[in-house]
């Protein structure tokens, strides 16, 4: 399995980014995807999910009305579209693929594939 994050960059506060995560290795329409994010010298954090159809997607209180999660399963591919981005979004953004339950479904623990991160720094 192979999930390939890619569209960081430096940008200034206030604005976008859309960040890709390419999935290979497994069957993407049956996966729940998500983002998290690792600030330096903080833990790994909830950032967004999506469920297989695309039709229900959860984010952190933080980044919610600002970020917008989706995915192409035609294409194995998710996003993260970030908006309106703040200095406090500077962080590594890693994508995940799992089977969470509900109640896991914002927790990292339950994902069971990883991808190697992208670097987002917004400059304020």
């Known amino acids: 399995v192979q999930l390939q994050a890619s569209g960081g960059g430096l940008v200034q506060a206030g604005g976008s980014l859309r960040l890709s995560c390419a999935a290979s290795?497994?069957?993407?329409?049956?996966?729940?995807m998500g983002w998290f994010r690792q600030a330096p010298g903080k833990d790994r954090e909830f950032v967004a999910s999506?469920?297989?159809?695309?039709?229900?997607?959860f984010y952190a209180d933080s980044v919610k009305g600002r970020f917008a999660i989706s995915r192409d399963n035609a294409k194995n591919t998710m996003y993260l579209q970030m908006n309106s981005l703040k200095f406090e979004d500077t962080a590594v953004y890693y994508c995940?693929?799992?089977?969470?339950?509900?109640?896991?479904?914002?927790?990292?623990?339950?994902?069971?594939?990883w991808g190697q991160g992208t670097q987002v720094t917004v400059s304020s």
């Open positions: 995940a693929a799992g089977r969470p339950i509900l109640r896991y479904i914002r927790q990292a623990d339950g994902y069971s594939h």
């Open positions: 290795g497994l069957t993407f329409r049956q996966y729940t």
């Open positions: 999506i469920r297989v159809s695309g039709g229900t997607a």
